[in-house]
């Protein structure tokens, strides 16, 4: 889906990517962006290598991504989003996240846990740093800039 996805992103909203080749091409791997748009997710699967593609898992909001059937086919189906629950109660809510990366993924991450304001990064949450602790897997930082206005 991204690859037709790809060209719309890249004429249309002139999408420009500097740094793609700091971008992981094997995991595990954290890459870790800030958050500003609906759109961050699609921006983020397009700066990848179609061949890396399979291996990059989002890692988006459970609350919101399946609240509806049309989210959750979307989140699911068409981008492969790895449920995070940041209401648990019970259980670790990271330990899919963990097992991504314990798998060899690549997980596309938000640590400020929300969209913020564009054009500004929020506080971040230690999620990414637990992760990071516990799989010994990279953390990639990427600033997307652009992406709040857009939407």
Request: hydrophobic content about 50%.
């Amino acid at each position: 889906m991204i690859l037709l996805l790809r060209p719309l992103l890249w004429l249309v909203l002139g999408l420009s990517i500097g740094g793609r080749q700091r971008l992981p091409v094997a995991g595990p791997a954290i890459v870790a962006a800030n958050h500003n748009s609906h759109l961050d997710i699609w921006l983020l699967l397009a700066a990848f290598r179609a061949r890396t593609l399979p291996q990059v898992v989002p890692v988006a909001a459970a609350d919101y991504f399946l609240s509806t059937r049309f989210l959750r086919f979307a989140a699911l189906t068409l981008l492969g989003v790895l449920p995070l629950d940041r209401n648990a109660r019970r259980g670790d809510p990271l330990a899919a996240s963990r097992a991504a990366l314990e798998a060899g993924k690549i997980l596309i991450v938000f640590p400020e846990g929300t969209r913020g304001k564009p054009e500004e990064l929020g506080t971040l949450k230690a999620g990414i740093t637990k992760l990071a602790r516990d799989t010994g897997a990279p953390i990639v930082p990427v600033y997307l800039q652009g992406a709040g206005r857009i939407l």
